[in-house]
């Protein structure tokens, strides 16, 4: 049961590789490294006892993705992680992100359609329901107008897929991933954000390793119970294993409909300090962090309702908050004290 894995070597896509060689499948990962370094191979393979093959290309390279699929009839399935996903930068970038995102995709679904590979999974994002009329929120919630062009690359590519699987015989699942954070508890591999991260936990423990002076929390003066904004935070474990489920759906010929959408999330709402406070406490650290005013493009507050991916994938999230967070932390240690030291 061969699985193709793009980005496989990025920071869902290594965890996801580990589950999938875990419940006994073979693995190839396609990634270009732009966002990944090829050394997570063996950390994976010292996880797991088994290293992957690692093919190093450009997905958005027409001939030899169409060449891979030629050499790779027997894929059962191909995950589909490889894109950029810098929010800021494609706002920057758009034509970068259009052209990484959607080229990429379009290739990947052409090598699938011309060689008979049916199953097809996609790493969508909660960030296309953009600020719920309703929360929490479910598959069901109408997409809002995308706030960035990488958003935007999540809403067409949704709209790609679907298009595609009505006239050939593909089938899909799109996930939708709510904020995944934390590190396989071997702290082997986990998030590893290039220059100045983006996203609230690997600032958060930067901040604590003494790489960043201070983290700044974007808005005290949003309508929730402590005025910072919610967010519905998942172990990335959790949602690894939810693609070896959703994996397995479509090879055991379980869908209900030839292209699914699932959220993946925990369905509880988090603040940022309330992430602050279960850092602090997890790790006895006190964190040196300052309000500041709102990030452009924020949304208030978003969590969501897990119950369809619940019921229908029989799959649900089991790690709470602090075992997110400390795993970040022990990755973060672990990670740093592996590297040379900083100028
Ligand atoms: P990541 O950057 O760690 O992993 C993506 C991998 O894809 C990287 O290893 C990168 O080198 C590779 N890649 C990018 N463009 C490529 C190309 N053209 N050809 C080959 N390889 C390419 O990101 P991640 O956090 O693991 O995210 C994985 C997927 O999940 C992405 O599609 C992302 O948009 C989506 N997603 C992520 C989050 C999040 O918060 N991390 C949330 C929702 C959705
Ligand atoms: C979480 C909360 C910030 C950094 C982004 C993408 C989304 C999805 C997940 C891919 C927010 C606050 C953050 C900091 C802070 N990715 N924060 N100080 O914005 O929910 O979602 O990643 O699909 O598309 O937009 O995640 O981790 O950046 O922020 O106060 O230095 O932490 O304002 O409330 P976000 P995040």
């Excluded at 589950?19 to 190839?28: D, K, P, S, T, Y």
């Excluded at 009329?133 to 949704?158: C, F, H, M, R, W």
């Excluded at 369809?308 to 994938?313: A, C, H, Q, Y």
């Amino acid at each position: 049961m061969k699985i193709l894995v793009t980005g496989g070597t990025g920071y869902i896509g290594s965890h996801t590789v580990v589950e999938l060689l875990n419940a006994g499948f073979e693995v190839v990962i396609v990634d270009d490294l732009s966002n990944s370094k090829a050394d997570i191979a063996i950390a994976i393979e010292r996880i797991t006892g088994t290293k992957p093959l690692l093919e190093v290309f450009d997905l958005t390279d027409k001939v030899k993705t169409a060449d891979f699929f030629k050499r790779h009839r027997d894929l059962k399935g191909v995950i589909h992680f490889a894109a950029k996903k810098a929010v800021g930068e494609s706002v920057e970038k758009p034509l970068l992100y259009y052209r990484n995102n959607l080229e990429s995709l379009m290739n990947v679904l052409e090598g699938m359609v011309d060689n008979n590979i049916r199953n097809f999974v996609f790493s969508s994002s909660c960030t296309v329901y953009g600020q719920p009329d309703e929360l929490p929120v479910s598959e069901s919630a109408p997409i809002k107008k995308a706030e960035s062009p990488y958003g935007n690359t999540k809403q067409i590519s949704e709209e790609i897929i679907y298009d595609t699987v009505k006239v050939t015989d593909l089938k899909a699942i799109a996930l939708r991933y709510f904020n995944p954070i934390g590190a396989h508890e071997s702290a082997l591999i986990g998030e590893l954000p290039l220059g100045v991260p983006d996203n609230l936990l690997p600032y958060i423990t930067q901040t604590a390793i003494g790489i960043r002076k201070k983290l700044r929390v974007f808005g005290d003066d949003y309508n929730t119970p402590d005025g910072t904004a919610i967010r519905d935070y998942i172990h990335v474990v959790d949602l690894a294993k939810a693609h070896v489920v959703a994996v397995q759906r479509m090879i055991e010929g379980k869908m209900k409909k030839d292209f699914e959408v699932f959220n993946l999330g925990t369905g509880n709402g988090y603040s940022v300090m309330d992430v602050i406070k279960s850092f602090e406490k997890v790790t006895g650290l006190k964190l040196n962090y300052e309000i500041v005013g709102r990030r452009e493009g924020d949304v208030e507050q978003v969590w969501a309702d897990p119950s369809f991916s619940n019921k229908e994938l029989g799959w649900k999230a089991e790690k709470g908050l602090d075992e997110m967070v400390s795993s970040a932390w022990r990755w973060e240690k672990a990670y740093r004290g592996s590297q040379p030291p900083q100028p």
